[in-house]
Every structure is written in structure tokens, then in C-alpha cells.
């Protein structure tokens, strides 16, 4: 590596330390390497807009966002958590159970974390302290954690990055992650039911099974979304980019014309919300795209293979390496920057390893998402912290025994890939 | 001037939702010209791509706030007013110096482009690919005036802690 890239990591990293926004610290790297190697400056145009330009998928991240907000615009999360709350309500700690369930269905139509604790999550958290019956604090947390499965089945954001930067297919990430993501909701469930003992939380009313019709077609177009999706892509019909349209125009009929939840003004709101995020993203993607070629032109594949082949590593210690690190990343970076700058410089080793490209995206997806509730920098404490007030020292400290959980069920992703690459090959992955 | 300043930022939002919305538009005309009408128009996908692009420059350019930024602020946070004053201005600067730097490049990519049309709607590349040049010009301007503020007497309001994003996104 030559001294011009070891200059443009430093500006990267060091200006990111000083609280230089991850694109602006990028650009600044990339634009001093290619003035310190006499190349032209302009390429930082050519590839990040040819990039852009080029990836019809990225499209897809502001119809996710799109799709999301709208859904939560409407009345869309009353009607689910109803029909949840007939499902599970009637355990111990039933609500936690809702929560949990609730977020497994909204993870079918919406690819965002933030967006779930947003939307869905601050009902529920409502719901759950209505007349004090949870704790202020377990409330937040089981809602950040289950945030956390929102990405992870699909629709997913997160793999959407993954798979422009690793030029994987985001059809079989899809359904790499339906597995993991019911695993997680099946161990958050778990630990919800053992505390909610322990503690001895509620249960609800049982909700007779007579009403059970009317509680489900009042659901039933919402829950429409997700098989609209999922058949979408997978019967072949739609392009995912076409899909997420197709959800965005889906969630905005159902919010603004059959439940009539949203108004012009919220309208409005809702896009120039939509283009922010997008704005956000996009930027981050164009200078990561630069930062590819930064990489690319230093022959770093070329060098971590010949590198990684001379330690003798096994692929999954590895693997396991690679995940305490992100770990310890996620306690402190976003998940975009880890997605998009730090995973390309790990890319070349794994695949010199000959790991599986959907397994290592599904696993890293994951472990970027637990990152999102691990303190002190884990975003759903603060966005759960910001819209319920719920002091974070409080979230903080019931999150522990949830996280502890999503770390077993990572654990047991990386070791048995079959959980992940499962689904992938029942429909054709050759992985 | 505050005046303005909210008139320019008000058109500057009504862009921003117009093209997300045409992008948003865009691609259900074509679900429903492909999979309903059984005739697909060529050019929607290419205009959604257009309109993202410049989505995505021109809300960069006028419309996020330092907060929206994705940024690393652990250190600055906890770091005191005069560290963080130091901070900044060393950010501004760098990021002022390199986009200034890379501009003259940029421009001429961008005008080289200009030989090249999109394949479908035969648009002219160096008008698509524009918006960032635009963008690049309003990350320097930017860089000079929080520059100009942290060197000033009212620096401390630029460097005081700031609202949590969040709270005030989803009040």
C-alpha cells in the first residue's frame, strides 16, 4: 500500500474522529490521494455519479423509506398490533410477545430499524406503559431489540447497500435473512417469556375466538404487503426495485385512501423526510464508491489474499474475528458507514477465504443491527429515547439480557450457515 | 434576510418533494404500463434514475443540516467549547480546501460529459451529472461561512450542545 493510501486513511478516519461527517471525511481522503498520485481529481465525479447512475437497485432505498413512513403515517400499526395482540396477548408478559410479533410482520413491508422503532415501536411502547404495567425501561428495550429484526427480513436496507458494494444477489440476501430474522424473533420471545415469569408481568384479556374474523379483516390488507412483496420477487414478476414501488404505492393507498390516515400536509412531510434519508445515504454511497476505486487501484485484493493465505487461517475463525471486531465497530459507528466503508476492505479477505458471499452478508447484516442497541452509541436507544423520553440510562440497563440473546442467535448463524443459505438454495442459489 | 433565507429554503424543499414524488411516480407508471397494460414505456426507469441522482445532490446542497449528517460525534460531545471549536474549524477547512481543490477537475469531467447523452431520453450527461458540481460549490460556500462564524465573537452558539436530532424529528 503506498504512502498516499496510508495518507487518505488517516484523513478518513482521523477527520471522522473529529466529528466530520463519514461522507465529507471520505471525499476529503479520496480527493488528497488522487492530488498525492498525480491522478485526475475529477474521477471522484466519474465514479461515484457513473456509480449511482449504474445501480437501478439503489432506487429501492427511497421507496423502502417511502413505504415505511407512509405505513406509519396511516393507522396501519393500530390494526396490526390489534390482530398481534389476539394472537399472543393472553401469555405472561403477552405484550412483550406482541411487540415481538408485530415487529416480525412489519419487517415484512418495511427495511429500516429506525423507521420500526419510529413508527410501529413508539405505539407499542404506549401500549405496554398504559397504566404502568411494564416497566418504563423493559418497554424500550424489547422494542429496540425487536427494531432490530425489521432489516433482517426482508425488505432490508442495510442489504441493499451490501449487495451493490459486494455485487451480490439481493434476491437470495432476501431470503437469507428470512430464517435468521424469525431465529431472533424466536430467542427475543424466549427471553421475554423467562423474565416476564421471573418478573412477573401481565397477561391480557383473552380476546374470544369469535371475534378473531373481524380483528383479522381489519388487519388483512397490511398484512397483504408483505406476500405482495415476497411474491413479487420471487415468482419472478418484479424486479425488487419494482417490488419496493409497488410497496410504497401499496402503503400510500392503504394510508391516504382506504383508511384515510394521512393528509396532503403529512403528505409533504413524509417525502421531504424520504428525500433527507435518501440525501444521507446517497451521499455516503457516491464517496464510498470512490473509496472502492481508492482500494481497487492500490491492488488491496490482490495483497490481502496473498496475506491472508500466508497465516493459514481458517475460514470460520475468521469469520468469528471479523464479527468480535464489527461488534465492538457497531458500540461505536452507524451501520451505513460500517456497511459501505469498512465491510469493501474486509471483502477481498473473505473472498479469498472462499466464504459465501450471501452467509458473510447475512451474518455481517446481523451483526451491523445489533450494533444498532449496543451502548454507548447504539442509534434505536436514541431514537427510542427521543420520541417515548424513557431515560437512556434506563433502556440501558434492561437491554443487557436481549442483547446477550442476539449475540447466541449470531453465534449460531455463523456456525451453521445451512440456517442461512437454507431458503437461498430451495430456490435456486448454488451457493 | 430571514426573510429570504426561508423563501429560498421553502422553494428549496418544494424541489426536493416534487422530484421524489415525480421519482415515486415514475416508477408506478411503469409497474403498470409493464405488468397491467402489457406495454412498457422505456423511458421511466431512466427519468427515476435522473430525478434520484439529482434528488440526492440538490437535498445535499440546500437542505441537510449539519444533524442530518451520518457523523461520529462521541468524541466531540464529550470534548469541552474550545476543543470542539478547534474541531470544527479544522473539519471546515479540510473539507472547504478539498472540494475547492477538486473543483477545477470536476468542472472538466463534467463539460468532457457533455459528448455523452443518456441512452434512452438522449439527455446530455454534463446536465445530469451538473448537480454535483452545484452540490461541490455549496459545500465550500458552507465550509467558508461556518469558517467565518467560528472565528467570529458568536462562535460558541455554532459549537453549543446540540438538540438531539431524533427528539426534534418526531415531535
Known amino acids: ?431 | 434576510m430571514a426573510a429570504l433565507v426561508n423563501i429560498l429554503r421553502r422553494a428549496a424543499e418544494t424541489v426536493a418533494v416534487i422530484c421524489f414524488t415525480a421519482m415515486f411516480a415514475g416508477f408506478i407508471l411503469q409497474v403498470v404500463t409493464r405488468y397491467v397494460l402489457n406495454s412498457p414505456l422505456d423511458w421511466t426507469q431512466e427519468i427515476s434514475v435522473v430525478l434520484y441522482l439529482f434528488g440526492v445532490f440538490w437535498t445535499a446542497a440546500f437542505l441537510l443540516r449539519e444533524r442530518d449528517h451520518v457523523a461520529f460525534t462521541v468524541l466531540y460531545d464529550i470534548a469541552p467549547m474550545r476543543a470542539r471549536r478547534v474541531m470544527a474549524a479544522i473539519g471546515a477547512v479540510a473539507i472547504g480546501v478539498a472540494f475547492a481543490a477538486d473543483l477545477p477537475a470536476a468542472w472538466d469531467y463534467v463539460s468532457y460529459m457533455g459528448r455523452q447523452t443518456t441512452p434512452v431520453m438522449r439527455l446530455r450527461f454534463d446536465l445530469v451529472f451538473g448537480i454535483f458540481l452545484v452540490f461541490m460549490v455549496a459545500v465550500v460556500w458552507r465550509s467558508v461561512l461556518t469558517l467565518r462564524h467560528l472565528l467570529g465573537p458568536h462562535w460558541r452558539e455554532h459549537v453549543g450542545d446540540r438538540v438531539d436530532p431524533q427528539a426534534e424529528e418526531f415531535e
Open chain 1, 1 to 431: 500500500m503506498s504512502t498516499a493510501f496510508y495518507l487518505a486513511l488517516f484523513l478518513l478516519f482521523g477527520l471522522s474522529a473529529l466529528g466530520v461527517p463519514v461522507a465529507f471525511s471520505t471525499y476529503v481522503g479520496a480527493i488528497a490521494y488522487l492530488f498525492a498520485t498525480h491522478q485526475d481529481p475529477g474521477l471522484i465525479v466519474e465514479q461515484g455519479l457513473n456509480g449511482l447512475f449504474d445501480s437501478y437497485l439503489l432506487l429501492a432505498v427511497p421507496l423502502f423509506v417511502m413505504a415505511a413512513n407512509f405505513m406509519n403515517a396511516g393507522t396501519v400499526s393500530d390494526r396490526l398490533l390489534t390482530f398481534c395482540l389476539a394472537l399472543v396477548g393472553r401469555f405472561r408478559g403477552g405484550l412483550g410477545h406482541v411487540n415481538v410479533i408485530a415487529n416480525i410482520i412489519f419487517a415484512g413491508m418495511s427495511g429500516s430499524a429506525v423507521a420500526d422503532a419510529a413508527g410501529i415501536g413508539r405505539v407499542i411502547i404506549e401500549m405496554m406503559r398504559r397504566e404502568n404495567r411494564y416497566p418504563a425501561g423493559y418497554a424500550a428495550a424489547l422494542t429496540a431489540a425487536a427494531s432490530v429484526i425489521g432489516p433482517i427480513i426482508p425488505p432490508s436496507i442495510p442489504m441493499v447497500l451490501y449487495a451493490l458494494i459486494s455485487d451480490t444477489s439481493i434476491g437470495y440476501l432476501f431470503l437469507g435473512g428470512i430464517l435468521p430474522g424469525l431465529l431472533i424473533g424466536a430467542v427475543l420471545m424466549a427471553m421475554n417469556a423467562w423474565i416476564a415469569i421471573k418478573r412477573n408481568f401481565p397477561r391480557d384479556a383473552a380476546v374470544p375466538l369469535a371475534e378473531m374474523p373481524r380483528i383479522t379483516f381489519r388487519a388483512f390488507p397490511a398484512l397483504m404487503l408483505p406476500v405482495i412483496l415476497l411474491f413479487g420477487i420471487y415468482g419472478g414478476a418484479t424486479t425488487p426495485t419494482e417490488a419496493a414501488s409497488v410497496a410504497a404505492g401499496y402503503a400510500f393507498i392503504l394510508s391516504a385512501v382506504v383508511y384515510r390516515g394521512m393528509s396532503f400536509k403529512e403528505f409533504v412531510h413524509l417525502m421531504l423526510d424520504a428525500a433527507r434519508s435518501t440525501s444521507v445515504v446517497g451521499l455516503i454511497i457516491a464517496s464510498a464508491l470512490v473509496l472502492n476505486y481508492l482500494v481497487a487501484s492500490e491492488n488491496i485484493p490482490a495483497l490481502m489474499s496473498k496475506k491472508i493465505l500466508a497465516i493459514e487461517t481458517s475460514p470460520l475463525v475468521f469469520l468469528l474475528a471479523v464479527n468480535a471486531l464489527f461488534l465492538l465497530l457497531g458500540c461505536l459507528f452507524d451501520a451505513t458507514t460500517l456497511i459501505l466503508i469498512v465491510i469493501p476492505l474486509f471483502l477481498p479477505a473473505a473472498r479469498a477465504l472462499h466464504l459465501d458471499m450471501v452467509h458473510f452478508g447475512i451474518v455481517m447484516t446481523v451483526n451491523i443491527m445489533i450494533g444498532l442497541v449496543t451502548p454507548p452509541y447504539g442509534v434505536l436507544l436514541f431514537v427510542i429515547n427521543g420520541i417515548t423520553g424513557i431515560p437512556l440510562k434506563d433502556i440501558i440497563r434492561e437491554v443487557w439480557p436481549f442483547i446477550a440473546v442476539l449475540m447466541v442467535a449470531l453465534l449460531a448463524m455463523i456456525l451453521w450457515p445451512d440456517m442461512v443459505l437454507f431458503l437461498p438454495r430451495r430456490f435456486g442459489y448454488l451457493g
